[in-house]
């Protein structure tokens, strides 16, 4: 956030502007703070930064045009090309997690004297889990690839109709697929019974993981109601839509 010399906060039109700088890694001391449930590996610590002169060059605003031309940094679509990316993790979290029941079935047994993979109750889990996984991923890829193709067709000039549903579309199969990857993983964590609660099974991590990450403000709630409204015909004014 930016401030006058007297560390009054600059303000547009009543909220505080702010602008993301960039810094060399060696300018900055980094707190130790992402002490997490889930999602550890990614370190995504704080960092101070003080006494640092950063030239304009090295800033942005996303309240500014992007400087790079090409689709994956227009206005419409900035957002999904950033949140596609953290809906995949999700997804890939997922598909982890039934690679992780696959080894256990395989490995391993209950106090049942029929192992996991025989299991009519697991073997139901598991064809239910790469469902969901499977057309979350295919609602992901397409509503992707037509909100490209819209906006693409839109700016052309050609009298495309307005990108603006099928960015919606894309929008929500980002949510969608996040949420739909917490309920696959969570079906395969409880299939596995007992064995899903040890450390040294991979299934614990990802029951972990996707938890942390469905925290991620691609996965708010409050998408399904944006989108909600485009189903609907309502005309979406909100930024990014």
């Known amino acids: 956030k930016l401030h006058d010399s007297d560390g009054t906060p600059i303000l547009s039109g009543g909220a505080p502007v702010a602008r993301t700088l960039m810094v060399p890694r060696r300018e900055a001391t980094r707190i130790d703070?992402?002490?997490?449930?889930?999602?550890?590996?990614t370190g995504s610590h704080?960092?101070?930064v003080r006494n640092v002169f950063v030239?304009?060059?090295?800033t942005l605003s996303a309240a500014e045009p992007p400087k790079a031309t090409g689709?994956?940094?227009h206005p419409r679509l900035a957002r999904i090309s950033g949140w596609t990316p953290t809906a995949s993790v999700a997804m890939g979290i997922a598909a982890g997690a039934l690679d992780a029941l696959t080894d256990l079935g395989i490995r391993q047994t209950t106090m049942s004297t029929t192992s996991l993979r025989d299991r009519a109750d697991v073997q139901a889990a598991a064809g239910r889990a790469a469902a969901i996984l499977g057309g979350a991923r295919s609602f992901l890829i397409h509503s992707v690839q037509n909100a490209f193709d819209a906006v693409q067709a839109h700016e052309a000039g050609t009298g495309a109709p307005e990108?603006?549903?099928a960015v919606a579309q894309a929008r929500l199969s980002i949510t969608h697929?996040?949420?739909?990857?917490?309920?696959?993983?969570?079906i395969l964590f409880h299939a596995a019974g007992t064995l899903s609660v040890y450390k040294r099974n991979?299934?614990?991590r990802c029951f972990r993981d996707i938890h942390v990450a469905r925290q991620h403000a691609a996965a708010m709630p409050v998408h399904f109601q944006t989108a909600g409204k485009s189903v609907l015909g309502i005309e979406l004014n909100e930024p990014g839509w």
């Not at 030239?55 to 090295?58: G, T």
């Not at 697929?177 to 969570?186: I, L």
């Open 33 to 41: 703070t992402w002490d997490t449930a889930g999602m550890r590996g």
């Open 46 to 48: 704080d960092f101070e």
């Open 55 to 58: 030239p304009n060059e090295r």
């Open 71 to 73: 689709l994956t940094y």
């Open 163 to 165: 990108p603006g549903p």
């Open 177 to 186: 697929g996040m949420h739909e990857a917490v309920r696959c993983v969570d």
């Open 202 to 204: 991979i299934i614990e």
